[in-house]
Nanobody, 127 residues
Framework: QVQLVESGGGSVQAGGSLRLSCAASLYTFSQGCMGWFRQSPGKEREGVAS???????AYADSVRGRFTISKGDATNILYLQMNSLKPEDTAMYYC?????????????????????WGQGTQVTVAS
Protein backbone atom coordinates (compact mmCIF):
# COMPACT_ATOMS: atom_id res chain seq x y z
CA GLN A 1 0.00 0.00 0.00
CA VAL A 2 1.37 3.38 -1.02
CA GLN A 3 2.16 5.68 1.88
CA LEU A 4 3.28 9.29 1.91
CA VAL A 5 4.79 10.65 5.12
CA GLU A 6 5.47 14.35 5.60
CA SER A 7 7.98 15.82 8.02
CA GLY A 8 9.75 19.10 8.71
CA GLY A 9 6.87 21.21 9.96
CA GLY A 10 7.15 23.35 13.06
CA SER A 11 6.84 26.84 14.49
CA VAL A 12 8.87 29.76 13.13
CA GLN A 13 8.87 33.53 13.25
CA ALA A 14 7.69 35.51 10.27
CA GLY A 15 10.50 35.81 7.76
CA GLY A 16 11.92 32.43 8.69
CA SER A 17 12.31 29.28 6.62
CA LEU A 18 11.32 25.64 6.78
CA ARG A 19 11.90 22.68 4.51
CA LEU A 20 9.18 20.06 4.34
CA SER A 21 9.94 16.52 3.21
CA CYS A 22 7.66 13.82 1.88
CA ALA A 23 8.85 10.23 1.89
CA ALA A 24 6.96 7.72 -0.23
CA SER A 25 6.70 3.99 0.34
CA LEU A 26 5.92 1.68 -2.58
CA TYR A 27 5.85 4.73 -4.90
CA THR A 28 8.36 6.70 -6.90
CA PHE A 29 8.20 10.41 -7.71
CA SER A 30 9.79 9.72 -11.08
CA GLN A 31 6.31 9.00 -12.44
CA GLY A 32 3.05 10.88 -12.59
CA CYS A 33 2.46 14.17 -10.85
CA MET A 34 3.02 15.32 -7.29
CA GLY A 35 2.42 18.33 -5.16
CA TRP A 36 2.02 20.09 -1.88
CA PHE A 37 -1.29 21.34 -0.53
CA ARG A 38 -2.27 23.17 2.64
CA GLN A 39 -5.35 23.73 4.72
CA SER A 40 -6.02 26.28 7.43
CA PRO A 41 -8.91 25.99 9.92
CA GLY A 42 -12.15 27.06 8.28
CA LYS A 43 -10.65 27.16 4.80
CA GLU A 44 -10.63 24.77 1.88
CA ARG A 45 -7.49 22.85 1.04
CA GLU A 46 -5.47 24.68 -1.60
CA GLY A 47 -2.68 23.69 -3.93
CA VAL A 48 0.66 25.28 -3.11
CA ALA A 49 3.20 23.78 -5.49
CA SER A 50 3.36 20.89 -7.90
CA UNK A 51 5.18 19.02 -10.63
CA UNK A 52 3.15 18.00 -13.66
CA UNK A 53 3.74 14.80 -15.61
CA UNK A 54 6.41 16.51 -17.70
CA UNK A 55 8.30 17.79 -14.68
CA UNK A 56 7.15 21.40 -14.98
CA UNK A 57 6.55 23.25 -11.71
CA ALA A 58 3.48 25.25 -10.80
CA TYR A 59 2.96 27.52 -7.80
CA ALA A 60 0.06 29.28 -6.18
CA ASP A 61 0.30 33.05 -6.60
CA SER A 62 0.49 33.46 -2.83
CA VAL A 63 3.76 31.51 -2.57
CA ARG A 64 5.47 32.09 -5.92
CA GLY A 65 8.98 33.42 -5.39
CA ARG A 66 9.07 32.23 -1.77
CA PHE A 67 8.44 28.46 -2.00
CA THR A 68 10.29 25.90 -4.11
CA ILE A 69 9.22 22.35 -4.84
CA SER A 70 11.96 19.86 -5.64
CA LYS A 71 12.72 16.18 -5.76
CA GLY A 72 15.39 14.49 -3.72
CA ASP A 73 18.25 12.42 -5.11
CA ALA A 74 16.25 9.38 -4.08
CA THR A 75 13.19 8.93 -6.26
CA ASN A 76 10.87 8.61 -3.29
CA ILE A 77 11.54 12.00 -1.70
CA LEU A 78 9.78 15.30 -2.39
CA TYR A 79 10.64 18.63 -0.79
CA LEU A 80 9.04 21.99 -0.26
CA GLN A 81 11.47 24.76 0.66
CA MET A 82 9.59 27.64 2.25
CA ASN A 83 11.33 30.98 2.68
CA SER A 84 10.14 34.39 3.87
CA LEU A 85 7.31 32.75 5.73
CA LYS A 86 4.27 34.81 6.65
CA PRO A 87 1.61 34.26 9.33
CA GLU A 88 -0.87 33.53 6.55
CA ASP A 89 1.24 30.50 5.58
CA THR A 90 0.15 28.85 8.83
CA ALA A 91 -1.60 25.61 7.89
CA MET A 92 -1.43 21.85 7.77
CA TYR A 93 0.69 20.92 4.78
CA TYR A 94 0.00 17.76 2.79
CA CYS A 95 1.99 15.87 0.20
CA UNK A 96 0.04 14.29 -2.68
CA UNK A 97 0.84 12.15 -5.68
CA UNK A 98 -0.82 10.41 -8.58
CA UNK A 99 0.59 8.05 -11.21
CA UNK A 100 -1.80 9.33 -13.90
CA UNK A 101 -2.23 12.54 -15.83
CA UNK A 102 -2.84 15.65 -13.73
CA UNK A 103 -3.11 18.38 -16.29
CA UNK A 104 -0.61 21.14 -16.93
CA UNK A 105 0.48 24.27 -15.18
CA UNK A 106 -1.91 25.59 -12.56
CA UNK A 107 -4.24 22.70 -13.35
CA UNK A 108 -1.98 20.43 -11.35
CA UNK A 109 -2.79 22.41 -8.19
CA UNK A 110 -6.29 20.96 -8.01
CA UNK A 111 -6.66 18.26 -5.40
CA UNK A 112 -9.10 16.08 -7.35
CA UNK A 113 -6.22 14.94 -9.55
CA UNK A 114 -4.47 13.18 -6.70
CA UNK A 115 -4.99 9.66 -5.39
CA UNK A 116 -2.37 9.38 -2.68
CA TRP A 117 -2.17 11.72 0.30
CA GLY A 118 -0.06 12.00 3.41
CA GLN A 119 -1.33 12.75 6.90
CA GLY A 120 0.09 16.25 6.95
CA THR A 121 2.62 18.27 8.91
CA GLN A 122 1.73 21.46 10.77
CA VAL A 123 3.42 24.75 9.96
CA THR A 124 2.86 27.70 12.28
CA VAL A 125 4.27 31.14 11.54
CA ALA A 126 4.22 33.68 14.35
CA SER A 127 4.08 37.40 13.63
Amino acid sequence: QVQLVESGGGSVQAGGSLRLSCAASLYTFSQGCMGWFRQSPGKEREGVASFDNGGLRAYADSVRGRFTISKGDATNILYLQMNSLKPEDTAMYYCAADPGYCGRGDGTLREYHYTYWGQGTQVTVAS
